[in-house]
């Protein structure tokens, strides 16, 4: 079976190397992005999360660095993802990002971070119920960079309010949220009734139970669903210890990966691909209906944004065995 390639949304890391490292360099990002391009991943955006002003900007430097200088790179980094500092910093929304650097959205960070680099950035995670998050999401859409709900408190209406200001997905949705909130009044319900919002899912078991995803996608229905990784440094990679910005994770033999120092996820090992086959084997979806939500989806998507900086996606498949495993990923247009 051929297929489209798949595109993730949000990667932290592969194979061993950290994207948030501050020090990545052009042959460690060929080396995980070889390894992705082996899980029929062909295009991503490269995820940095929440730090202090100064940090970020040295991570977003060793980055996009490491993506002019290295072989795949360009290829298949098509921008950036920011995933904070613009979060919640109360203890559940917070994830395993600092909270004591999280801040209300300002639109220079944002500004300074792309004036020191040619790499885009596309996406922009927040929580909308922060202090001038309408004002903010309107300045990226004017830039043409998408924004996504996450890691937020959000209630139905200001869902609704971040959505009409330019507001275009929901980051890992059920994630990133306490594990007790008000039965129906809260941010999962409030982003899967926005009809206007396409919704991103990390399909790996942990993050969501699958009979609960099940239940989500029928809620937002196959055209506004996504397949994303979340992926950090140990996903393709041995059980052991990792790092991941600042902390130090470790990945146990059932590929759940935690911070040993804090409660909770701490990122995924989760490869595309699974998220394909889990959809598939869990009853979900068909298999062109999964690869549909790790591709054609995404490009839709992302299309818009791509158009207005004069970026093409780059021609890419996969061919898929039988029993859904990849084969081969390829660009017919690129020497690789």
């Given at each position: 079976?051929?297929?489209?390639?798949?595109?993730?949304?949000?990667?932290?890391?592969?194979?061993?190397?950290?994207?948030?490292?501050?020090?990545?360099?052009?042959?460690?990002?060929?080396?995980?992005?070889?390894?992705?391009?082996?899980?029929?991943?062909?295009?991503?955006?490269?995820?940095?999360?929440?730090?202090?002003?100064?940090?970020?900007?040295?991570?977003?430097?060793?980055?996009?660095?490491?993506?002019?200088?290295?072989?795949?790179?360009?290829?298949?980094?098509?921008?950036?993802?920011?995933?904070?500092?613009?979060?919640?910093?109360?203890?559940?929304?917070a994830g395993c990002?600092?909270?004591?650097?999280?801040?209300?959205?300002?639109?220079?960070?944002?500004?300074?971070?792309?004036?020191?680099?040619?790499?885009?950035?596309?996406?922009?995670?927040?929580?909308?119920?922060?202090?001038?998050?309408?004002?903010?999401?309107?300045?990226?859409?004017?830039?043409?960079?998408?924004?996504?709900?996450?890691?937020?408190?959000?209630?139905?209406?200001?869902?609704?309010?971040?959505?009409?200001?330019?507001?275009?997905?929901?980051?890992?949705?059920?994630?990133?949220?306490?594990?007790?909130?008000?039965?129906?009044?809260?941010?999962?319900?409030?982003?899967?009734?926005?009809?206007?919002?396409?919704?991103?899912?990390?399909?790996?078991?942990?993050?969501?139970?699958?009979?609960?995803?099940?239940?989500?996608?029928?809620?937002?229905?196959?055209?506004?669903?996504?397949?994303?990784?979340?992926?950090?440094?140990?996903?393709?990679?041995?059980?052991?210890?990792?790092?991941?910005?600042?902390?130090?994770?470790?990945?146990?033999?059932?590929?759940?990966?935690?911070?040993?120092?804090?409660?909770?996820?701490?990122?995924?090992?989760l490869c595309l691909?699974?998220?394909?086959?889990?959809?598939?084997?869990?009853?979900?979806?068909?298999?062109?209906?999964?690869?549909?939500?790790?591709?054609?989806?995404?490009?839709?998507?992302?299309?818009p944004a791509l158009?207005?900086?004069?970026?093409?996606?780059?021609?890419?498949?996969?061919?898929?065995?039988?029993?859904?495993?990849?084969?081969?990923?390829?660009?017919?247009?690129?020497?690789?």
């Amino acid at each position: 079976m051929r297929t489209k390639g798949l595109t993730d949304l949000q990667v932290n890391g592969f194979a061993g190397v950290d994207f948030n490292s501050g020090k990545l360099t052009a042959s460690e990002l060929d080396h995980a992005l070889e390894a992705m391009l082996a899980t029929g991943v062909t295009a991503c955006l490269p995820t940095l999360i929440t730090a202090a002003p100064d940090v970020l900007l040295q991570r977003i430097q060793a980055l996009d660095n490491a993506i002019q200088h290295s072989r795949l790179g360009r290829l298949m980094c098509l921008g950036l993802h920011i995933e904070g500092p613009f979060l919640n910093p109360q203890q559940g929304f917070a994830g395993c990002h600092p909270a004591s650097v999280m801040t209300a959205p300002y639109t220079s960070l944002i500004d300074d971070l792309q004036a020191r680099i040619p790499t885009p950035i596309l996406l922009v995670t927040l929580a909308p119920e922060l202090s001038g998050s309408g004002e903010f999401i309107a300045a990226m859409k004017v830039r043409n960079i998408l924004t996504a709900i996450g890691h937020s408190d959000c209630n139905f209406e200001t869902a609704a309010q971040a959505t009409s200001a330019g507001a275009s997905l929901s980051t890992h949705l059920g994630n990133g949220l306490p594990q007790h909130m008000p039965k129906l009044d809260n941010p999962l319900f409030a982003q899967l009734a926005e009809d206007r919002l396409i919704a991103c899912f990390i399909a790996d078991g942990f993050h969501i139970p699958p009979l609960a995803l099940k239940v989500m996608i029928r809620a937002k229905g196959i055209s506004r669903s996504v397949l994303v990784t979340d992926a950090v440094s140990a996903a393709a990679a041995e059980t052991g210890f990792y790092h991941f910005a600042d902390m130090r994770i470790e990945r146990h033999d059932n590929g759940m990966v935690r911070n040993p120092n804090g409660a909770g996820l701490a990122g995924s090992t989760l490869c595309l691909d699974q998220a394909v086959r889990n959809l598939v084997t869990w009853g979900i979806t068909s298999f062109e209906e999964a690869v549909h939500m790790a591709s054609g989806n995404v490009e839709a998507l992302l299309a818009p944004a791509l158009t207005a900086r004069g970026i093409k996606q780059p021609v890419s498949f996969i061919e898929w065995t039988s029993d859904l495993f990849i084969r081969k990923a390829a660009f017919p247009e690129h020497d690789t």
